[in-house]
């Protein structure tokens, strides 16, 4: 490296660091306390100093990195790994997560709060899926995907407390349900694709959001639902004093009553139901309607002269991701018991969509990985709590970097004509 | 020969500008029809009235079967390729470049290949007659990609493929649909002389192999010339000559639309 270079970043970490400096000189330099009467500003620079020294100092690694590309650096190392685990790796991976997806509720560290983030995270890589369809396979950027889930919420809690009938019921009624508030988003936006189909899910979302709020006679408006039933094991209820006549679940099996009995087993509900979304994925993908909506995300004008209906085409997609959706929606209200309009604003959507992008567009394992890494970061820096959404969006940033297109960007063909070359 | 299609009174108009103006002429089954023209002639609105991207103003367009004639007026949009079997490629290509060439050759087929997975229900089922029916068309996509020797590349993506090879995939995927009439918007455009050479010989093999008529817009003389057993000259969406390459090489009026008036 010469020594022009060096001085050359250097003289653009300078840069860098004049920037910051008048970026955190206002906002973490001067700091307002009240003392006695009125309010007084009370200098940090300390603070600002270090910051802006952080960034000269970042700006300048990087610079030297990247003037030394040929070389092995830090950097590419990073990137190297990543690049390893291709769809071919994934097979491995998928069938040693399940693995540990089956036994993780009895490993000696899961506590409650691990189940808790688990079954969270479940919820999320259920989610991805059902949204990899659409935006993945289909290529229709749907910014409204938590209107689905809202949907399944609800009409689970609304079936269920009227009714009364069981989940096993209420579970695939709710993914109908869904699945024709698809078709219904579907119909409007049949001739929009990209920036502006974007938009008006982003506004479906929110009516669906609007409307739960302001429908007081029929969802109770923001005071939410209450007392939705919780699932029972094939009819065995979770209750510590089943009511006369019932057998609980810890009776049944000569158990010690345990809390966690529940929450185990909605952890398996969650596993079940995302193999489920994602084995019919692959399955699907692998059918004349999942090439085809891979070729309507490639080419929509060259569909249409090789005689495909883009219109159907779309609302399958739209329809059989919103019912996913709904599975999900139904499943977070069972498990909550408790559901109000609060739980489906855009930031959940947002989520969702983070997940298939940064996962890599129609790969169901990075959708996985996605959904580990942003979840879980989200919950590792939960000390830092209101910083953490810092650290989201810095690890959104930090894939986008090293891996522009997702994590996994390999598309392996659907059918093979030569078969597996190794 | 019979008649495969004709085109009557056909008119274009967007807003004040007449793009094809009062046009007809008729493609014969089993022969090359080029439509050529300098450019702006309006060539490719021809086309795009042909397969349903476009509403005509006015005019008529019937393709012939054995016994009866349809109106392509009555098809929009996939209509065209599904139930009047018109296939077209594009100026500029367009496949699936991110899925594999195989898969592009199995999406010209989709609608067979949907009835026959039962609307997915059999295909989710894994049913045998479902899997029948996949393997036809796998055998059907491996007899085009033998013609173009493309073969040993199915499994690769196909914006992978050099653009010779990716303007022959375009075209034998619309054969995949086993249309009657295959319009061809410059397949020869950008292509070398010898890819040009066997262009020709793929467009020979499919006018006496297959049955279907085609129709041609081409820029490139040697191609035009080379195989067109018809051609009709268009200038500002007029047609001012038709006739055989020969006589089309002579005339007089296209010497005048290409090269311009002495003064």
């Known amino acids: 490296m010469e020594k022009k270079d060096i001085i050359q970043s250097f003289k653009d970490s300078l840069f860098t660091g004049l920037i910051a400096l008048a970026l955190f000189g206002p906002i973490v330099g001067l700091r307002t306390a009240s003392k006695g009467e009125g309010l007084f500003i009370t200098p940090q620079w300390e603070v600002v100093f270090l910051l802006v020294g952080l960034c000269i100092l970042g700006r300048f690694l990087i610079n030297l990195n990247s003037a030394r590309k040929t070389e092995i650096t830090f950097f590419s190392k990073i990137t190297s790994k990543f690049s390893v685990i291709t769809e071919d790796k994934a097979k491995h991976f998928a069938i040693t997560a399940i693995l540990f997806a089956v036994v993780f509720p009895f490993l000696p560290f899961t506590d409650r709060y691990f189940m808790d983030v688990a079954i969270m995270i479940l919820t999320y890589i259920m989610l991805g899926w059902g ?10 950027l749907d910014l409204g995907y938590v209107a689905f889930y809202a949907v399944g919420a609800y009409s689970y809690a609304l079936i269920a407390t009227t009714f009364g009938w069981s989940f096993w019921i209420c579970l695939p009624l709710a993914g109908v349900f869904a699945a024709f508030f698809g078709i219904l988003l579907g119909f409007p936006v049949l001739r929009l694709r990209g920036d502006y189909l974007a938009i008006v899910t982003l506004g479906f979302g929110e009516i669906i959001r609007i409307i739960l709020i302001n429908w007081y ?18 009819g065995l209820p979770f209750k510590r004093s089943p009511d006369e006549g019932e057998t609980s679940f810890h009776l049944f099996f000569n158990l010690e009553y345990s809390t966690m009995h529940r929450i185990i087993f909605l952890y398996y509900l969650i596993l079940v139901l995302a193999l489920i979304t994602n084995y019919f994925t692959l399955k699907i993908r692998k059918l004349p309607v999942g090439r085809a909506w891979e070729a309507l995300r490639e080419d929509e004008i060259a569909c249409k002269s090789l005689g495909v209906n883009p219109t159907n085409t779309k609302l399958t997609a739209f329809a059989i991701g919103a019912m996913f959706g709904g599975f999900a929606g139904s499943f977070f209200a069972t498990r909550q018991a408790f559901i109000s309009p609060e739980s489906f604003t855009f930031i959940e959507s947002a989520i969702i969509v983070a997940i298939v ?21 989200t919950e590792m820096f939960r000390d830092l709590e209101q910083y953490r959404m810092i650290a989201f969006g810095g690890a959104m940033v930090l894939i986008m970097v090293f891996k522009p297109k997702g994590i996994l960007a390999n598309r392996k063909p659907t059918i093979l004509m030569h078969g597996d070359k190794k | 020969m019979r008649n495969l299609l004709s085109v009557e009174n056909l008119t274009m108009k967007f807003g004040g500008l007449t793009a094809i103006d009062d046009l007809s002429f008729d493609a014969k089954n089993n022969q090359i029809t080029s439509i050529i023209g300098p450019n702006g002639a309006g060539k490719t609105t021809v086309f795009n009235c042909l397969t349903g991207f476009y509403k005509p103003t006015n005019g008529q367009m019937f393709l012939h079967k054995e016994d009866s004639k349809i109106s392509l007026r009555k098809y929009t949009d996939f209509k065209i390729a599904y139930a009047a079997k018109v296939a077209r490629t594009f100026q500029n290509i367009r496949l699936f470049p991110a899925m594999s060439v195989l898969e592009n050759l199995l999406v010209a087929q989709h609608n067979e290949l949907m009835v026959a997975s039962g609307y997915s229900l059999f295909g989710l089922l894994n049913l045998k007659s479902y899997r029948d029916k996949e393997q036809l068309a796998v055998d059907k996509a491996k007899y085009w990609l033998d013609i173009i020797g493309l073969t040993h590349r199915a499994d690769d993506n196909a914006g992978d493929l050099p653009y010779g090879d990716q303007r022959k995939l375009e075209i034998v995927r619309a054969m995949c649909i086993e249309p009657r009439l295959l319009c061809l918007d410059e397949p020869a455009a950008g292509l070398n002389p010898k890819e040009s050479a066997e262009l020709n010989k793929l467009l020979r093999f499919i006018k006496t192999e297959k049955q279907t008529g085609i129709l041609l817009i081409e820029h490139d003389m040697s191609v035009v010339m080379g195989i067109s057993d018809h051609v009709v000259v268009l200038n500002y969406g007029k047609k001012i000559f038709e006739g055989t390459a020969d006589q089309t090489k002579n005339s007089k009026e296209v010497i005048e639309a290409y090269l311009g008036v002495d003064e």
Do not use: C, Y
């Open chain 1, 131 to 140: 949204l990899n369809i659409v935006v993945g396979l289909a290529g229709l």
């Open chain 1, 217 to 234: 006679e029929v969802t109770n408006g923001p005071d939410g639902i209450t007392g939705i039933p919780r699932p029972s094991f094939f």
């Open chain 1, 357 to 377: 992008v940064l996962g890599g567009m129609g790969s169901q394992t990075g959708v996985v990985l996605a959904s580990i890494f942003l979840i879980g970061i």
